[in-house]
């Protein structure tokens, strides 16, 4: 009899001991928790900007290079070279353009000169003709000269500065750049004429 009353103690004081349950952690259907609010607005705007039509990637696409075009524009103004074209970025091409801005060219003498030949040329009298004539093989040959004298000092001072680097192709920069008028050079010149540059361009 008395084993049965312990039994039944026994199981009663095990029964009524209350469980608690461990609730089990709350994740997304995909084993991840479950993103909070600004996280999954986020991500909707993303999704929103990635262009899913043939016609909304052709105008990311314009809108991109809009924009790039527009950087470009303004580094030509400002010399900002990191959306310059590639052939006028890197220290060397930047020493050649302050090189050729700083110096007085004879071109900047040639659109005058070339209108007062054609001037002449017109005038009707024969002794103002052949003046005009002088003056504008004058003028061509003075540039030819200042050309030859800017690809040799500037082959030298290039060779100075940056030891190594390849010549290649400087003249030709060089040149085409000085037979502009300087307010239409592009990149827009970044020195005055007769200003000193500076030693390092690295």
């Not at 696409?61 to 890197?90: C, F, H, N």
């Not at 091409?93 to 900047?108: L, M, N």
């Amino acid at each position: 009899m008395s084993i049965h009353l312990k039994a039944a103690r026994v199981f009663r004081r095990s029964s009524s001991e209350p469980t608690t349950p461990t609730a089990p952690e709350k994740v997304g259907g995909k084993g991840r928790p479950t993103p909070s609010r600004k996280e999954a607005e986020a991500a909707a705007r993303a999704r929103a900007k990635v262009p899913r039509t043939r016609k909304e990637q052709a105008a990311a696409q314009r809108a991109a290079r809009g924009e790039t075009s527009q950087k470009m524009r303004q580094a030509m103004k400002t010399g900002d070279e990191r959306y310059l074209p590639a052939r006028d970025r890197g220290p060397v091409r930047r020493f050649i353009r302050d090189y050729v801005d700083s110096r007085f060219s004879f071109i900047e003498l040639m659109v005058p000169l070339l209108v007062l030949s054609m001037v002449l040329g017109y005038s009707g009298s024969d002794r103002l003709i052949r003046l005009g004539n002088t003056v504008l093989f004058s003028t061509i040959l003075v540039i030819a000269v200042d050309i030859l004298m800017l690809r040799f000092r500037l082959r030298r001072e290039v060779a100075r500065r940056f030891p190594g680097e390849s010549t290649k192709g400087i003249t030709f920069y060089a040149a085409l750049r000085s037979l502009q008028m300087k307010f239409l050079r592009l990149p827009k010149p970044q020195v005055k004429i007769g200003e000193k540059l500076p030693e390092t361009y690295r």
